[in-house]
Nanobody
Framework: QVQLVESGGGLVQPGDSLRLSCAAS????????MGWFRQAPGKEREFVAT????????SYLDSVKGRFTISRDTAKNSVYLQMNSLKPEDTAVYYCAAATSAITIREQFQYDYWGQGTQVTVSS
């Protein structure tokens, strides 16, 4: 089993930045993908960004490209999401997810483990 714990959410104004963190514990040696998803009020959960554990492959939702950056620290078993130039439409609960295989990388069904989520609210 793998446990994922997110942190770093909060209330910010449009144009501000936030950095989300996700710490993985347990049987992390089998993980091949770490990603971020989000769910806005009244909407389905959607893919935001992902990275393979080696760091060679990243993928982003089109609407966050150039503003969000995913990174990882293998020594700390952690993945991060740096979010810049935040917009009100980025308001959502952000979830960290981890996968033990990578047939696809953007689909929710690919991910085996999920965190509890952290709230990000962008409002003036």
């Amino acid at each position: 089993q793998v446990q994922l714990v997110e942190s770093g959410g909060g209330l910010v104004q449009p144009g501000d930045s936030l950095r989300l963190s996700c710490a993985a514990s347990g049987r992390t040696n089998n993980l091949v993908l770490m990603g971020w998803f989000r769910q806005a009020p009244g909407k389905e959960r959607e893919f935001v960004a992902t990275m393979n554990w080696g760091g060679e492959i990243t993928s982003y939702l089109d609407s966050v490209k150039g503003r969000f950056t995913i990174s990882r620290d293998t020594a700390k078993n952690s993945v991060y999401l740096q979010m810049n130039s935040l917009k009100p439409e980025d308001t959502a609960v952000y979830y960290c997810a981890a996968a033990t295989s990578a047939i696809t990388i953007r689909e929710q069904f690919q991910y085996d483990y999920w965190g509890q989520g952290t709230q990000v609210t962008v409002s003036s």
